[in-house]
């Protein structure tokens, strides 16, 4: 989610923590004398290339390296797939290799180099089939998209790499919990106040630069729409909706209703260096989106995007897609994007995240933001925005011409807390 659209796109991007204020996040840190000048810059990507590989007929696997050309300052995932080889020399799944679909993930601090391990059946020398790339890598730049794999009797076998790999990371907390939102205390209003998350962001009801169809709504302006905000025995509803009769905003007739909650005059909710944590249930309509995030204190840009279910692209399975992205910049005009839109039950064994809780987290420290589904890190970038003091949004926007009736529109939010390193 962003504030505005009609700024420049330059790029599309998250430690084991130590106590109190620091954090000890990747073996090394490539980026520590970086410039980022403010969080209007980000270290280039790394581009990630499939290696020719070799293995000794009669082995039982052959490793095929996967390599980045420099140390990435951001999380890296290629899917990649074997494919039979070409010629009279060729390999055939089922026959001389195992067919293989993997996920390679690199961490920032991670060797360059990792091997994907293709089960051999029963390949003769100079057979030979191929792995390559699914898809462009989220992350890194796209180099050298296939290579061969070929069974050689003369060659040193491609070795496995083994060692000085980070698991990733479990969500821990590190500070004081500042807020917990429970049915008793959770408060809105128009504009919010101290005690309210405000029903409208910073700058208004709508956000029609980003293509949004929906508006903003609050009950108490709009008396007769269904009521966008309810607390039920399962948690706090954002209730999105086609209006029965269009409302006009700045101009502009809005046939759909969105929901907002926004920390942004809220000062509990709001955190330099910590975590984040909501449990949310998410909606299945198509045309919705819902998000959470985070907006500096000091303006737009910089932001930092915990989750969004980019419900408008046909490809979007709420079931089973998760997203982390950043965007930096400064005064209103955002120089880089950079983040991942993953198929989490593939990458991670993560999935159902319409059919019921999920915990979605992200932990901001000086070195590095990291992100977390179900306590599983998911995504780091090294942080850009140091010293930034970040208010918290929650949402469901609408951006469809649509019937809007398939489905549920509406996202659940069971817990929300936020930590102050």
């Keep these: 989610m962003i504030v505005v659209s009609d700024a420049t796109t330059a790029e599309a991007t998250s430690a084991v923590a130590a106590p109190a204020q620091t954090q000890t996040i990747a073996s090394t840190n490539s980026f520590a004398s970086f410039d980022f000048a403010n969080g209007t810059r980000l270290p280039a990507k790394a581009t990630l290339s499939i290696g020719a590989a070799t293995f000794q007929p009669g082995a039982s696997v052959a490793y095929v390296p996967v390599i980045l050309n420099q140390a990435t300052p951001n999380t890296v995932i290629a899917r990649v797939i074997t494919v039979n080889g070409s010629g009279s020399t060729k390999a055939i799944s089922g026959y001389q290799y195992k067919a293989t679909e993997d996920v390679v993930i690199f961490r920032p601090g991670d060797p360059l180099r990792k091997t ?11 057979q030979q089939f191929s792995l390559k790339l699914r898809e462009a890598p989220w992350g890194a730049n796209q180099g050298t998209a296939s290579a061969t794999v070929t069974a050689n009797a003369g060659a040193t076998p491609t070795a496995a790499a083994t060692s000085g790999f980070r698991n990733p990371r479990s969500f821990r907390t590190y500070g004081a919990l500042q807020y917990d939102m429970t049915k008793d205390t959770m408060r809105w209003s128009d504009v919010g ?11 208004g009801r709508a956000q029609p630069a ?19 905000l309810r607390y039920t025995d399962e948690g706090l509803v954002f209730h999105t909706q086609k209006l029965w009769s269009a409302i006009t905003y700045n101009g502009t007739a809005y046939q759909y209703g969105s929901v907002v909650l926004s920390g942004h005059n809220t000062p509990a909710t709001q955190i330099g260096y910590g975590q984040y944590e909501w449990v949310a249930k998410m909606p299945t309509r198509r045309g919705a989106w ?14 930092i995007d915990v989750y969004e279910g980019f419900g408008y692209q046909s490809y979007w399975d709420f079931d089973r897609h998760v997203s982390a992205t950043i965007h930096g910049g400064s005064g209103g005009v955002r120089s880089f994007q950079r983040g991942t839109n993953i198929q ?19 932990d901001i420290g000086p070195e590095y933001i990291t992100w977390f589904v179900d306590g599983l890190e998911t995504y780091q970038s090294v942080n850009p925005f140091r010293g930034h003091r ?23 939010v069971k817990s929300f807390r936020a930590w102050q390193n």
């Design 193 to 203: 106040w101290s005690g309210a998350w405000a029903t409208q962001l910073s700058h």
């Design 390 to 412: 970040w208010y918290p949004i929650m949402d469901v926007a609408v951006k469809t011409t649509s019937a809007y009736d398939d489905g549920s529109g509406d996202m659940i």
């Design 116 to 126: 994907v391990a293709v089960p051999i059946l029963s390949a003769t020398n100079g």
């Design 290 to 303: 819902p998000a959470f995030w985070l907006i500096s204190t000091s303006g737009w840009p910089p932001e």
């Design 210 to 228: 980003n293509g949004e169809t929906g508006l903003y709504l609050d009950e108490s302006l709009y008396p007769w729409v269904e009521a966008p």
């Design 344 to 362: 989490a039950e593939q990458a991670y064994g993560l999935s159902g995240f319409a059919q019921g809780y999920h915990r979605y987290a992200v």
